[in-house]
């Protein structure tokens, strides 16, 4: 069994209970969180699990801050579940220093920096960090490395959606005069269809995606002027053709409390005398952090096994043996797999 | 710059020799086969190419009979081109105690017994041998362990074509009355459908799949006869539906002497409390033995490579980190395809 602990108890880190509570060679030792008063509420609130009663809620949930009390939980694997922006650039080295460690580390930008302080950190203790492990950065990563690895000369291409991007709701949410947004990435149908037949255009960010925003305003708000500060605002929004509909809370409620997502990425190539080779991944989410959140616990298994052999240091998906990630054994993967 | 060796000069050779002259860090050092007088021929009545003009021809066309020769070549990597049924399980050993090799053996129940071999012998000679490397088995194994391992519970579907199958068209050129086969499988669309959207059916092989098969007869051949051995055929064809269509000889040339092929890789699970989570890799291609080639050349880069850190023994796609595969370093795929 292979002993994990969760930091930071959001969306990513309730679905990681989720996943590792039907994960048989996994067991779940606790949760690091900046509110461990509040999480204990909720798992008592929640759903009775058999091996939560076994477990002091005390022992099982740990403050953040309470760095002494970490090692009581025996954890081989933490799974870091805390935001890209301020919570995983800091908790990683920190934990990274203390056990093996798994994270969607998700700003493209600054992986290269992030992979290098991890690396250092983790060789240092003898651990094993898996960086900006998820469907993008993660699978997505894999597959556009595998097209252009296949096909020399290639292009891939990658679309999201249609989805929910929890950066985009949250930039319209600061707007004034706004109480909710959830904004939908919509990939152009025209421009995945001229990919998938083999053309290998240059796309403007405005040709391959939409955006429509979902806005609930405060009352007596400007709505002419909340709308052009969201289609106008610089990064997230004046580079793409942006819709804004206003609905009311209950709307909101109701209706957009999924967070549906997926993606394809598309590699388009000729070979020989201009064969056309086209691959394509797609993936079709009714629950992108629970998707995420299964990556990270596979992932787990991996930084697991690998330690166990004695490596040490950073790895992406890209850094280390894909069979790691399988609950099965070598032999039964080239016997019922390959 | 890795020094290439091609095995075998059918299909995969010569589309092989094609995708080495297109990757900037190879050279192809020469070509080992049981015809070099015939292979010679071929390479001189062919398209001119820089690189040939350089080259004794000699020196660079082997005969495969003629051991004592090989080491000529100075070979980093021998790409194993053969057949899968008598080239590589006899040719695979043999090389491996030679060269690092590369090759796409695919008789999926002789996997296991085979990679045991190709550990062994490249072990013992201390080189790289990377086995059952093409898109099936190869990368279509490869999605489906990460389906596996990423949704638990989930199930993974393999469908392929619409497209040529060798071995398939083999088997029914060899029914009496028979001068030219060329079978198409095809994948039936309602299964297709099901799975995309979420289902988790348990099909018969009838049920995924169709055969056509297009024949040129000999003159006077009793047709009916033919139509019902190939139709009743054991292992190939009596679990399928499968339609038969007599042609000419001209018309079997004019519309049939590609070889398209194509598929797809779908998993399908839950997670958490019934979100559905569906992941698909499809890949369609214009020329099978020029996509199969390609994955094999990027595979002898990871051989080369790995070799080069001192590994040795059998590797298939799951064993080795995938980032060896493309020309980039690990900085590079960090900055740019994460």
């Known amino acids: 069994m292979i002993n994990i602990g969760i930091v930071g108890y ?61 090692n009581r939980l025996g954890v081989d694997v933490a799974i870091l579940c805390g935001g890209s922006k301020e919570d995983t650039p800091v908790q990683g080295p920190e934990l990274a220093a203390r056990f093996n460690t798994v994270d969607s580390f998700d700003t493209h930008a600054d992986i290269p920096g992030y992979f290098q302080r991890m690396d250092s950190v983790a060789k240092e203790a003898g651990n094993v960090s898996i960086v900006s492990a998820g469907w993008d950065p993660g699978i997505f990563s894999l597959e556009r490395i595998l097209g252009n690895a296949f096909l020399t000369g290639g292009e891939s291409y990658t679309f999201w959606g249609e989805g929910v991007s929890q950066g ?24 995945i269809q001229r990919v998938r037949a083999g053309e290998t255009p240059e796309f403007s960010k405005r040709q391959m995606h939409k955006r429509l925003v979902f806005i609930v305003a405060e009352e007596g708000a400007d709505l002419e002027r909340v709308k052009k500060e969201i289609v106008e605002m610089p990064k997230y929004y004046d580079e793409y053709d942006t819709e804004v509909i206003f609905i009311s809370e209950e709307e909101m409620k109701r209706k957009h409390s999924a967070f549906p997502h997926g993606g394809f990425v598309l590699t388009s190539g000729l070979t020989g005398d201009g064969n056309k080779q086209i691959l394509e991944y797609k993936c079709q989410l009714e629950s992108n952090p629970e998707f995420t959140a299964s990556v990270l616990v596979a992932c787990a298994r991996a930084a697991y096994r690998m330690n166990k052999e004695g490596q040490s240091g950073a790895f992406t998906i890209l850094d280390f043996p894909l069979g790691y990630l399988s609950p099965h054994s070598g032999e039964i993967l080239r016997s019922r797999f390959m």
């Open 10 to 70: 959001g969306n990513i880190g309730k679905a990681a209970r989720k996943v590792i509570g039907k994960t048989p060679d996994m067991i779940l030792r606790g949760i690091i969180t900046r509110r461990p008063e509040q999480v204990k509420e909720e798992i008592l609130g929640g759903p009775s699990e058999e091996k939560m009663a076994l477990i002091n809620l005390d022992r099982y949930v740990l403050d953040l801050n309470q760095k002494r009390k970490w």
């Open 168 to 191: 985009h709701s949250d930039a319209a949410r600061k707007v004034k005069g706004v109480v909710d947004a959830r904004q939908y990435t919509i990939p152009i149908e025209e421009a």
